[in-house]
């Protein structure tokens, strides 16, 4: 996949990302990654550039690597690297302005391609939501690379409906082409702060700058002839054939769209995953528990 140089993108004013509750991380950006040559992503990366284990933290919608703040500072202590990546049209990662531009291939391609550019090895894939329906495809594309798995309130859709709750939200998001995403994070997470639910609001100053926001729903593979649907279904197979690495699985029990059911359906898809930590007062974004998820992987993996 090669993306024009001259893709039309926002950026999100640096001043917008100051004094973010429980988030002093620095930022990294690359623009030169093969076949996306002009757009800047952006990354946290925290720990030793040589640790043994490296973390490898993926997001979904309509957050940012804001959401790992509170899991980042327990694998550091620990002594491992973490890399969090904002995908293109979140955070602090170029937004392209045209909605076409956001397809399953699109978002999984920057990934293999930021994989491979910082040579990321013996990695652990820490993943949720849109994290894990493209995350859960990178493996079985670079199986050398990973060794562990972390897996949060996500999925692999298989070209079939999802859940009665995705389907809501689905329609929620498509009547919200502004959505205030400090409100629904608020709702989904009720002991968060009003300060930690306006930072993940930061990267979206107006409408014009959710064009990924508004996008992504809409990409979850729900119907047969959907892009994304043979490589998904490939990646289910490797996940029951070929996975015989260490998993951690932590589940949101109050996730109305990817909750304890789907999740249930997924473990059965992992092979060896062992039964979950389960989160009863965990929503959708269950990384806002994330320092328990932290240590309790740790010590399941014997990290």
Same mark, same amino acid.
């Given at each position: ?5 001259? #893709? ?18 620095? *930022?990294?950006?690359? !623009? ?40 980042? *500072?327990? $694998?550091?202590? =620990?002594?491992?690297?973490?890399? =969090?990546? %904002? ?41 949720? %939501? ?15 690379? $990973?060794?562990? #798995? #972390? ?20 329609? $929620? ?42 996008? $992504? ?23 029951? !054939? ?21 999740? =249930? ?10 039964? *979950?930590?389960?989160?009863? %007062? ?8 994330? !320092? ?12």
């Amino acid at each position: 996949m090669t993306v024009p140089p001259a #893709l039309p993108a926002l950026r999100t004013d640096d001043a917008r990302f100051a004094g973010l509750p429980g988030f002093g991380f620095a *930022p990294r950006y690359r !623009d030169d990654l093969p076949g996306f040559a002009g757009l800047r992503l952006h990354y946290l990366d925290e720990g030793p550039a040589d640790a043994a284990v490296t973390f490898l933290c993926l997001h979904g919608q309509p957050t940012w690597c804001y959401l790992y703040r509170k899991m980042i *500072p327990l $694998f550091v202590a =620990a002594g491992h690297r973490v890399v =969090a990546p %904002d995908l293109f049209g979140f955070g602090r990662s170029d937004k392209p302005v045209d909605e076409a531009t956001y397809t399953f291939d699109f978002h999984r391609e920057t990934l293999l391609a930021f994989v491979a550019a910082l040579d990321l090895a013996n990695v652990c894939l820490v993943c949720q %939501d849109w994290g894990g329906i493209l995350g859960l495809t990178l493996p079985p594309a670079m199986p050398e690379r $990973f060794t562990r #798995l #972390l897996v949060m309130n996500t999925t692999i859709p298989l070209g079939e409906p999802v859940s009665e709750g995705f389907a809501r939200w689905r329609d $929620f998001n498509r009547s919200r082409p502004d959505l205030d995403i400090a409100a629904l994070m608020q709702r989904s997470q009720p002991d968060i702060s009003a300060a930690e639910a306006a930072a993940y609001a930061a990267p979206f100053p107006d409408a014009r700058h959710k064009a990924g926001v508004r996008r $992504f729903p809409e990409l979850v593979m729900t119907a047969p002839a959907m892009a994304g649907v043979t490589t998904a279904r490939a990646a289910a197979r490797w996940w029951q !054939d070929e996975w015989r690495g260490p998993t951690f699985m932590a589940v949101g029990m109050a996730d109305p769209v990817l909750g304890p059911d789907v999740m =249930a359906r997924l473990r059965a898809t992992i092979h060896g995953c062992p039964p *979950p930590l389960e989160i009863a %007062d965990g929503g959708h974004f269950v990384q806002e528990k994330g !320092d328990i998820i932290a240590a309790a992987a740790l010590a399941a993996f014997a990290l």
